[in-house]
T-cell receptor
Framework: GAVVSQHPSRVICKSGTSVKIECRSLDFQATTMFWYRQFPKKSLMLMATSNEGSKATYEQGVEKDKFLINHASLTLSTLTVTSAHPEDSSFYICSARAYQDYGYTFGSGTRLTVV | AQSVAQPEDQVNVAEGNPLTVKCTYSVSGNPYLFWYVQYPNRGLQFLLK??????LVKGSYGFEAEFNKSQTSFHLKKPSALVSDSALYFCAVREGSGGYNKLIFGAGTRLAVHP
């Protein structure tokens, strides 16, 4: 079945630094990838949708300059949290979808802690 | 706009008893509906989906869901609950009819199965 690998699973960084999270589709070509943020005991909040080779579409209220998304290939998308602050601490999850599939496959998530 | 509602924050079930996790939806057009399960600090695992066809959809780990158009519901069910089923369950609907459209998630229902 479709597998999405997300790394790192946990990261601790200092306030003001940047952190990159990778999302890879291992056995299929992901034409579209989605990035979500999940607060404790809450649902998933969609941050942005990215299509390979084009700019990401951000949801309302999500800062484009803070959460940089790159989808340079059909198997890799990255989310970079720039100048991270403690309020950016959260659980980030990516999801990938192949064009001819109705399914959405999720990564295992990244726990970001900014200290 | 598409939306899903999960009216219960938590469902408690005794092991061996049947379980139901409720979901209602609001869509324009044909609904594409999904159920996912999330274990602590993990991504989402796909359980089942309804695209078209039989109203009773069978999925992973013995789960099934019944699509009811008149009641706009898509409740998740399992005949006999296991303690290992304890997790957070999300109902989702795909927005729009395009190939890349995003998933809209419900608030989630925590299932607690007691020995």
């Amino acid at each position: 079945g479709a597998v999405v690998s997300q790394h790192p699973s946990r990261v601790i960084c200092k306030s003001g630094t940047s952190v990159k999270i990778e999302c890879r589709s291992l056995d299929f070509q992901a034409t579209t990838m989605f990035w979500y943020r999940q607060f404790p005991k809450k649902s998933l909040m969609l941050m942005a949708t990215s299509n390979e080779g084009s700019k990401a579409t951000y949801e309302q209220g999500v800062e484009k300059d803070k959460f940089l998304i790159n989808h340079a290939s059909l198997t890799l998308s990255t989310l970079t949290v720039t100048s991270a602050h403690p309020e950016d601490s959260s659980f980030y999850i990516c999801s990938a979808r192949a064009y001819q599939d109705y399914g959405y496959t999720f990564g295992s998530g990244t726990r970001l802690t900014v200290v | 706009a598409q939306s899903v509602a999960q009216p219960e924050d938590q469902v408690n079930v005794a092991e061996g008893n049947p379980l139901t996790v409720k979901c209602t939806y609001s869509v324009s057009g044909n609904p594409y509906l999904f159920w996912y399960v999330q274990y602590p600090n993990r991504g989402l695992q796909f359980l089942l989906k309804y695209i078209t066809g039989d109203n009773l959809v069978k999925g992973s780990y013995g789960f099934e869901a019944e699509f009811n158009k008149s009641q706009t519901s898509f409740h998740l069910k399992k005949p006999s609950a296991l303690v290992s089923d304890s997790a957070l369950y999300f109902c989702a609907v795909r927005e729009g009819s395009g190939g890349y459209n995003k998933l809209i998630f419900g608030a989630g229902t925590r299932l607690a199965v007691h020995p």
